[in-house]
């Protein structure tokens, strides 16, 4: 299997998450000052309000940075070790295009959503739902969001189709499938009807290998494919 990453992003991505941290330190530090300071002197209120918002907002972006570029494994190297057995007609393109990953396979194009997040998770046709524990309040800003899984797959089929339709026909893209993959070793799935395929990594490689038998794209199209999606 051949792995592009775009390396080069990765990097900047960290960088920014390191330098992010430290404006979070001061923000909330001066905002601690100030409001020790607004005890005698009244007109220190609004700093301190401003500047632990600030804080707060600074904090929800650090964590976004870290847990999706410093902290590994990243979901490019988790993609990558459960693919590495695979042959030379699976391609994997992390970042090289407006979806972070990408899986060029011999039947369809993957769009793959990749989750780090634990705990007991339902999936109910388009629902997914994580059961509240005091452990994730604990941790409200160190721990990735769920967010919207099912939409956000979607949305990314929908920018691949809008990237690649420039260069290639309709005939010529082949079926764009979104995978939702729960990555955390300790994520725990109840699936009910899923509207789109959800897996935990265990399952991850048997669903491929089954879907791959049908083989429905053809070497030119692997070709223009992996020309698109390999350009960093």
Known sequence: MKVVTN??????????????????????????ITNFLSINQPEMFRPTLILLTLGFLSAMVSSNLVNNWVREPRSDQVLEQLLKKFGNDYMLFNYTSPVRHVLLAPNALYVITVKNVDGQITVNDRRISRKFTLRRLFRLLGDESLASPMAEAEKQVRRLHKFLSPELSDEEIPDLEPIILFA????????????????????????????????????????????????E
């Open 7 to 32: 390396t080069k992003l990765v990097e900047q991505r960290s960088k920014w998450a390191k330098r992010v941290a430290p404006l979070t330190m001061l923000f909330l530090i001066g905002g601690l």
């Open 184 to 231: 955390n070793k300790n994520a725990e799935l109840t699936v009910n009807d899923p509207a789109i395929p959800v897996l935990v990594t265990k399952q991850f490689k048997s669903f491929l290998r089954e879907e791959g038998k049908a083989r429905n794209v053809s070497a030119e199209q692997r070709k223009q494919l992996a020309e698109l999606l390999g350009q």
